[in-house]
């Protein structure tokens, strides 16, 4: 990846603690990249070992791209600081991976921005894309460049920030123990936002427990003069902050929320809620994205209030000066609706996706679900793809389940007495498509973790006439 970002070597070795081996400290660049397949010319070149391999091993692409730095933790094979010209600096750092946070924390500082820190087990990005929506109407703001919520996607949207930005909206992610907590003293937020905390990466966390113990790191190094927002409708996440000191806003379904949803309705392709902040009430209405999108909204109101923003002036210009953003797309034709919701899954989203297409208004036409493996469960993993086939068989008619926990699926939802299939990956189940499978007067939920690439099947489903 490259951002453009003018930095000089000094800056760059001060921020890093770094040892200046080649050059001088008067050398400066254009931008930083972690990748010679794109490199450009008076760019540094940040060397980060991978699973699959080690930048380092790209040293010299890099110098004869152009490149007019370094950064290394070790001496490659071949390298020989001799040979390297002098109009090149070379940095020396103990972790090339760390170099790269304290990097993107350096240029925090040096901007002075107000951060927003958002983690959860989902609706993290729509509620990260809704407070940006919302800041941007107010102040310079800046996000997660893409998707980039690890420790090396922050750090590297921390640098493509320009200098008049003033607000700073990131999302940062786990599936390891410690990464949020290197996170959030890389962004050091003054406003963090936890949406829910449900089993997801269990591989990594171990338990829910441990998910809140990961996520609740976000909380804990946010400024002490800052504002924590949070869901209180779970019990595990309002008891575990209630002994933090932050100055609180909490949201949800429930009453005893510092902002509530007082009443709540769908009609047609409508969402109408009533909601309710220190006494005050306001009214919303937006396209039906689910009941779950209104508990982001919340979260990203909430954020507006920590900034001292009208509230009343938001809602009225939600959907026009502010546009919603929602990861799940509708697509229509005269026999299908197609409901693509391929991002990712885990046991907290999937059910927030069934209980969506629970509420479609839709007549005489077929609710199928098409649900691919939920990843990362570890133990827990049989447990979760019964429940969620348990959950399907409540709101579909039919399902089509895909992949290793294929049978857990469908042992969830066969008391239910409902049709269903099964496949072992969804090469087969493209293929049984091909081969004839149809579907007609539908409306189909396709759903599942990012490993499998159910968008395939929404592509083959869009394509038959």
């Known amino acids: 990846m490259n951002v453009e970002v003018n930095l000089t070597t000094e800056e760059v070795v001060r921020a890093t603690e770094g040892i200046l081996i080649n050059g001088d400290m008067g050398i400066s660049f254009r931008g930083v990249s972690t990748d010679t397949r794109i490199i450009q010319p008076g760019f540094l070149f940040w060397a980060l070992k991978g699973k699959n391999f080690d930048g380092h091993s790209f040293w010299r692409i890099a110098i004869d791209k152009g490149a007019k730095g370094l950064i290394l933790s070790h001496f490659p094979e071949g390298f020989k600081i ?16 760390k170099a790269l946070g304290d990097l993107g924390n350096f240029w925090r500082k040096k901007l002075n921005l107000k951060v927003v820190g958002v983690t959860g087990s989902c609706g993290k990005t ?12 107010y102040f310079k703001t800046s996000k997660n460049l893409a998707n980039y919520n690890n420790l090396i996607g922050v750090p590297l949207s921390i640098l493509s920030f320009k200098n008049d930005t003033e607000v700073a909206v990131l999302e940062v ?16 937020p003054q406003v963090s936002v936890i949406t829910c905390i449900y089993p997801a990466h269990l591989e990594g966390l171990g338990s829910i427990e441990g998910v809140l113990e990961e996520k609740i790191k976000l909380f804990e190094n946010t400024s002490l003069n800052g504002t924590l927002v949070y869901n209180y409708d779970q019990s595990i996440l309002r008891e575990r902050v209630k002994v933090l000191p932050h100055r609180k806003i909490s949201f949800g379904f429930d009453p005893s929320s510092d902002f509530f949803v007082s009443k709540f309705e769908v009609k047609d392709f409508k969402i109408k809620a009533w909601l309710k902040y220190q006494e005050k009430n306001y009214f919303v209405e937006i396209p039906n994205l689910g009941k779950h999108y209104i508990l982001n909204l919340l979260a990203s109101l909430a954020v507006a209030i920590h900034f001292g923003l009208n509230l009343k002036e938001i809602l009225e210009k939600l959907g026009k000066e502010i546009l919603l953003f929602s990861r799940i797309k509708i697509y229509q034709n005269t026999k299908l609706w197609i409901v693509d919701d391929t991002y990712n899954a885990n046991p907290g ?4 996706a069934l209980e969506f297409l629970s509420t479609l208004p839709v007549k005489n036409m077929k609710k199928i679900a098409i649900l691919g493996d939920m990843k990362e469960l570890g133990i827990y993993a049989k447990e979760f793809h019964i429940k969620i086939g348990r959950e399907a068989s ?13 049978e857990k699926y469908a042992e969830g939802f066969l008391p239910s007495q409902k049709p269903f299939r099964i496949y072992p990956q969804v090469e087969t189940f493209l293929k049984d498509l091909e081969a004839g499978l149809k579907f007609e007067k539908a409306v189909i939920l ?19 006439k």
Do not use: C, H, W
């Open 82 to 97: 001799e040979q390297i010209p002098k109009t090149v600096s070379v940095i020396l750092v103990k972790d090339t991976l």
């Open 126 to 137: 729509t509620t990260k894309e809704l407070i940006f929506a919302i800041l941007s109407s």
């Open 173 to 188: 992610g786990t599936n390891s123990p410690g990464e949020i907590e290197k996170l959030a003293k890389i962004i050091e």
């Open 349 to 352: 989203s999937m059910k927030t």
């Open 394 to 406: 409540l709101v579909v008619e039919e399902a089509y389940f895909i992949g290793e926990m294929a």
């Open 446 to 464: 396709v759903k599942g973790s990012r490993a499998l690439k159910m968008e395939r099947i929404v592509e083959k489903l869009l394509s038959i």
